[in-house]
């Protein structure tokens, strides 16, 4: 916003660091079927569960996927 490329460039040079070490994030696809499987494994039907699915998917997931996209995702697939 201010015109200085010197600036930018070097903020994309270390995000281009971080990611590189970062854990690769899940794509919507993938964030479906680890939340499908996990449902599975513990067993859940319906809502009254959420918090069953979440503790697992929160702790499996980690880094690889945002708490509030699994958050959304389990209750997309438990109504």
Do not use: H, W
Request: aromatic letters at 2%.
């Amino acid at each position: 916003q201010q015109n200085r490329p010197d600036l930018a460039r070097e903020e994309l040079d270390q995000v281009a660091v971080y990611q590189e070490f970062l854990p690769k994030q899940l794509t919507a696809e993938e964030l479906t079927a680890e939340v499908r499987a996990i449902i599975a494994e513990v067993g859940a039907s319906s809502m009254k569960e959420m918090g069953k699915v979440m503790g697992v998917a929160s702790k499996r997931l980690a880094g690889r996927a945002d708490g509030k996209e699994i958050s959304a995702k389990v209750k997309e697939l438990l109504a």
